[in-house]
């Protein structure tokens, strides 16, 4: 079975396949995502985000 979609090229994004599925990953203010492979395919999405110190009470 052939699939196929569409995907707007001016939205930054990640997006992955995985079994046929299509998983978008959306953008995020600052931070990092850390892909997790597993025998050769996605496992898990590890999303961390950076907080810029500038005199916050609380973060």
Not at 12 to 36: P, W
Not at 45 to 58: K, L, P, T
Request: aromatic residues 4%; proline residues 0%.
């Amino acid at each position: 079975m052939n699939k196929t979609t569409v995907v707007d090229l001016k939205e930054d994004a990640l997006y992955i396949v995985k079994n046929g599925r299509l998983t978008k990953v959306s953008k995020k203010e600052h931070g990092q995502d850390l892909i997790i492979w597993k025998n050769g395919q996605v496992l898990d999405i590890d999303r961390s985000e950076r907080v810029r110190i500038e005199g916050q009470e609380v973060i």
